[in-house]
């Protein structure tokens, strides 16, 4: 996805699991700026708009769950989301900067593809590449990209989808409205993934670009468990600094690698106020995991505690 958390208007982001030109795999990312012309809903062919409003209805559930305000679709982002799409599975690729005059580029996709978390995924067998509520089940466990669409203030969204059959790409604009809706509930909420109100989508992290268990020596894409996400409410004022998680599994204390913005080795994609918590072991089905989240704001030196549960 091409997303700036807190600091870079496009920086681009992609959650990869495997290679994104025609191998087997997931590839998730972002969007750019768009063309003169609005692709209307006829020009979509395949791009599913029933699926892609059963996408935001998914990202809608998870957002309401977790007390985050909901979102509305912009049409006119939805359609440079559109052109984005269609140029990856054109030309069967992941990509956040689309190149003038490969095939189906327009100035569209390449804003699409700039301010959207993206997903692509190719698969050998027709029909199997999967829907736009499959990509942003996807992204979510990307943790990146999850929080750029758990955004506390992120305003109207653009959902675009287009599959050939056997490859399928979705571009979701998280960017463009990022933080446009300044009311107080907003200001007031923080960000807590997963919970028991919204369980992870998968036990284990498959994968992301960019890799951010480069942080986390020893710790691989599917033997790592799936990402624990924190996010202090914007009228905290926080600024986050010896943050230490505890992940308890059954009674049982795990190890985790945490990382926050004055420590991501992959630069500025997280804001002051986040945090991503991986733990060693993938995550157990059933079981309840117990989440404890230690941390001093650096502006004012005031240690904070917060403490919640979920079952995978």
């Keep these: 996805m091409a997303i700036a958390i807190g600091l870079l208007a496009a920086v681009a982001v992609a959650v990869v699991t495997a290679m994104a030109a025609r191998t087997s795999g ?14 209307d809903d006829t020009s979509r062919g395949n791009a599913a708009t029933e699926d892609m409003a059963l996408a935001l209805d998914r990202l809608n559930t998870v957002r309401g769950d977790l007390g985050l305000s909901l979102v509305s679709e912009d049409p006119t982002l939805s359609a440079h989301a559109f052109e984005a799409a269609r140029y990856m599975v054109t030309n069967e690729t992941l990509t956040h900067h689309p190149e003038p005059g490969r095939p189906a580029y327009t100035e569209s996709a390449a804003y699409g593809a700039s301010h959207s978390v993206l997903s692509y995924r190719w698969s050998s067998a027709a029909g199997q590449a999967g829907t736009a509520t499959d990509a942003v089940n996807r992204l979510l466990n990307a943790p990146y990209h999850a929080l750029a669409m758990l955004e506390p203030r992120l305003g109207d969204v653009g959902i675009g989808y287009h599959t050939d059959g056997y490859a399928a790409a979705t571009a979701i604009d998280v960017m463009t409205n990022r933080e446009s809706t300044n009311d107080a509930d907003s200001d007031r909420t923080r960000i807590m993934f997963p919970t028991m109100n919204v369980p992870p989508t998968a036990l284990t992290f498959d994968g992301e670009t960019p890799n951010p268990l480069v942080n986390c020596p020893g710790y691989l894409p599917g033997q790592t468990g799936s990402a ?35 420590d991501d080795r992959n630069g500025p994609y997280l804001s002051d106020n986040q945090i ?28 904070t505690t917060v403490q919640w549960t979920f079952i995978p």
Aim: proline share 8%; net charge negative.
């Design 26 to 39: 997931n590839v998730p990312g972002t969007a750019p700026p768009r063309d003169t012309a609005v692709a």
């Design 228 to 262: 624990i996400l924190f996010g202090a409410a914007v009228d905290e004022h926080a600024s986050i600094s010896n943050a230490v998680a505890t992940l308890t599994v059954a009674g049982t204390a795990t190890e985790t690698c945490v990382i926050t913005a004055a």
């Design 276 to 303: 991503m918590a991986f733990p060693a072991q993938p995550l157990q089905a059933g079981i309840t995991h117990t989440v404890e989240i230690r941390w001093t704001d650096s502006a004012t030196g005031q240690p």
